[in-house]
């Protein structure tokens, strides 16, 4: 029988924080992932993570300041404070479990400048920032005992009246199901990034955390807001950091001008994302960029610097542009990035589901409201995982485990997943479903929005729905049978997707990275709150929830 207080889904670093916060509070937690924790999206995090120091000068109420104004005033202030707070002790205490920060010359811990902030408070090792810090926090996992289940897929969460029981997973080398019972479930199952076409995002950034949730109940916020990073490289849409930018390079246009001069007098490349992606985008569209792009340069930075600050970027720059940074520009253009959009929970990760707790790129506590800083999210994941996972470990004593049958459990899940596998070879196959979706939440649900557009999306997006509830699994073997996970998290992405689409299309107003070319204008009066998306018995319902201001009042962002 496999049992546990706390089960933690996902070990990315929200994750794998938050099971070493519930084994350290005393529970019997265990992890569950679909890959090697390793593996997870986290590992790609490349800038840094963000800490105010206040022997640097710096104090948590600036970067409270920056991060609401980076958010266009739709974050939730509560928790902003929260996080902001937490900051400086979560990085010394990543320091002290031995992530090898870079320092500067008096050897103290360095920083770097990063977007929309007015101090360089962004705490890095190199330019792969995410891998340093995932792989001692792995050790730190192991090093706990917390119980890990690797290789192994969540397929659905086990609900008793109207509270998580546990849940069902695929073992992926065996293809057996299994039934865990746990008396809280912490959902850290990463973002949806890959419901768009093409998106920085790993492969398996799928949204699963958020469907699961959503079937059954749990409230779905901000959707619409998708962050599309600056600096992405055309077709594959990978990354390139936007330290390159905080180290101080250029955006030029194809006649060479730093264009951004128009757009951010004060902070030009460093303005907040949603407004560079704006303005890169205004110009490839007015005829001023070079085939799609503009260009990032980082030419005067000189060899020795961008080889010790940017080595993984400039890397990347040569096999998938075939420019080198040190010798001539880079083309990049803005692509999907983040989800600021998630699971509401509040400041201890608690879902409106009894028992369900959510953290890091899958959960909306709302501190990232309508545009996300570049790296709060490193820091996003490590504060609300411990507190999410402290408070499950706290929530679970004295709980008794339900009394379910797991064997009944493992039979129905195993009778719903063998019907996928019996349907007739004939439909569509879920990589061209997933494809089609993807290119049309990038042609209409991206930097610039209209309601023909959205709307659009919406009506292929029902289209695609149909499709998949017949999409055939060719694979019908047991190990490793990728083609029915793939169509599993397919289902999941779409759900995310119609939830981004719908809030989209609701929010008649500008704010963050939701841009509508038919109402510009950010619209406090009537657009001042989070649109909420809940499964009704028809479909998607919609609903408002409040910001929580405390002590800073909207203004009009300019930077
Ligand atoms: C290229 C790139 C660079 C970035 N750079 C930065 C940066 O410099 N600074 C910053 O602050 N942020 C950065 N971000 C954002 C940040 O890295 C992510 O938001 C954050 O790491 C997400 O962490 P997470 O723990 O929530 O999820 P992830 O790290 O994505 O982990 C998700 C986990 O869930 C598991 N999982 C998912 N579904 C299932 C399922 N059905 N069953 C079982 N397990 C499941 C996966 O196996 C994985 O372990 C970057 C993101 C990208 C894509």
């Keep these: 029988m496999l049992e546990h207080d706390v089960l933690v889904v996902g070990a990315g670093l929200a994750g794998m924080r938050a099971a070493i916060a519930a084994r350290d509070s005393g529970a019997n937690a265990a992890i569950i992932s679909k890959v090697h924790p390793v593996r997870s999206h986290s590992n790609a995090a490349q800038g840094g993570i963000n800490a105010a120091l206040t022997d640097r000068g710096d104090n948590w109420e600036d970067h409270a300041y920056d991060t609401i104004k980076g958010s266009d005033f739709l974050g939730d202030q509560d ?12 990085l010394i205490d990543m320091e002290h479990m031995g992530v090898t920060f870079n320092r500067d010359d008096e050897g103290k811990l360095g920083t770097r400048a990063f977007g929309g902030q007015r101090v360089a408070r962004t705490f890095f090792v190199g330019d792969f920032t995410g891998q340093a810090l995932l ?43 299994h039934a865990i019972k ?28 958020m469907g699961l949730a959503y079937n059954v109940g749990a409230r779905l916020m901000d959707m619409e807001m998708v962050q599309y990073h600056p600096t992405t490289i055309a077709g ?6 936007e330290a390159a930018r905080g180290e101080g390079a250029y955006l030029r246009d194809r006649h060479g001008n730093r264009f951004m001069e128009k757009y951010a007098p004060n902070m030009m490349e460093l303005a907040s994302r949603d407004v560079v992606s704006r303005a890169e985008q ?10 799609g792009c503009v260009h990032l340069d980082c030419t005067h930075l000189g060899e020795r610097f961008i080889m010790e600050k940017l080595p993984q970027i400039r890397e990347l720059g040569i096999d998938l542009t075939g420019k080198d940074m040190i010798k001539e520009p880079v083309p990049i253009r803005p692509g999907m990035h983040y989800i600021m959009g998630g699971i509401k929970t509040d400041i201890d990760g608690q879902t409106n589901i009894p028992g369900i707790y959510a953290a890091g790129e899958c959960a909306n506590v709302s501190v990232h409201g309508g545009n996300r800083l570049g790296a709060n999210s490193l820091l996003d994941t490590i504060v609300f995982g411990e507190r999410s996972g402290s408070h499950a470990a706290d929530a679970s004593k ?36 997933r494809r089609e979706m993807g290119d049309s939440m990038n042609r209409n649900v991206a930097v610039f929005r209209t309601k023909e557009g959205i709307e659009e999306t919406i009506e292929e997006l029902q289209g695609l729905k149909q499709r998949y509830s017949s999409v ?70 919609l609903s408002e929830l409040p910001v929580t201001i405390t002590k800073w009042t909207p203004e009009e962002r300019k930077y």
């Excluded at 746990?182 to 955390?209: H, M, Q």
Aim: glycine share 10%.
């Design 79 to 90: 928790a902003i404070e929260v996080m902001c707070r937490a900051a400086g002790q979560s």
């Design 135 to 177: 792989h001692v926090m792995f050790e730190q996992l192991v090093k706990s005992g917390v119980q890990s289940y690797e290789e192994w897929f969540v397929t659905s969460l086990i609900m008793e009246d109207g509270k998580i029981s546990g849940v069902t997973a695929l073992e992926i080398r065996t293809g057996q199901v």
């Design 182 to 209: 746990a008396k809280t479930v912490i959902l850290c199952t990463g973002g949806c990034g890959r419901l768009f076409e093409p998106s920085t995002n790993a492969l398996i950034v799928t949204g699963d955390g």
């Design 236 to 241: 594959s849409g990978v990354l390139l950091s």
């Design 282 to 291: 205004t110009e490839i569209n007015a005829g001023n960029g070079i085939d």
């Design 398 to 433: 004295g709980v008794s485990f339900s009394n379910f049958n797991p064997d009944e459990v493992v039979a129905n899940e195993e009778r719903r997943l063998q019907e996928i596998l019996d349907r007739p070879d004939n439909g569509d196959r879920w990589s061209k479903i």
């Design 472 to 541: 055939p699994v060719h694979n019908k073997g047991k190990v490793f049978n990728t083609d029915l996970i793939f169509a599993l998290e397919l289902g999941f992405m779409i759900d995310c997707a119609e939830a981004i689409a719908i809030s989209a299309l609701e929010r008649k107003e500008s704010r963050g990275a939701q841009f509508r070319l038919d109402y510009p204008n950010r619209d406090d009066d009537n657009w001042l709150k989070h649109i909420v998306v809940t499964q009704g018995e028809l479909g998607p319902e």
